[in-house]
């Protein structure tokens, strides 16, 4: 069977990350609002792209970078 390393990882991560907080919802919730609200720690940026963007929404740059 094939294993993938990265997504291994990934669930390595959210387990230790769901551990630390007790695997309590409320306490991860808490944990991320109080992060985005950091400064330059944005866990989503919602915000709209300025006009000149040059990448569309949801897609790469024209030139695939």
Same mark, same amino acid.
């Given at each position: 069977?094939?294993?993938? =390393?990265? @997504?291994?990882?990934?669930?390595r /991560?959210? =387990?230790?990350?769901? /551990?630390?907080? /007790?695997?309590?919802? !409320? ?16 866990? @989503?940026? !919602?915000? !709209? ?17």
């Amino acid at each position: 069977m094939y294993t993938d =390393e990265i @997504v291994e990882e990934v669930w390595r /991560n959210r =387990e230790a990350y769901a /551990n630390r907080h /007790n695997h309590s919802l !409320r306490e991860i919730v808490a944990d991320l609002q109080s992060r985005q609200k950091q400064p330059f720690s944005r866990i @989503v940026d !919602r915000r !709209r792209r300025p006009s000149g963007s040059t990448v569309p929404p949801g897609g790469a740059p024209p030139d695939g970078r």
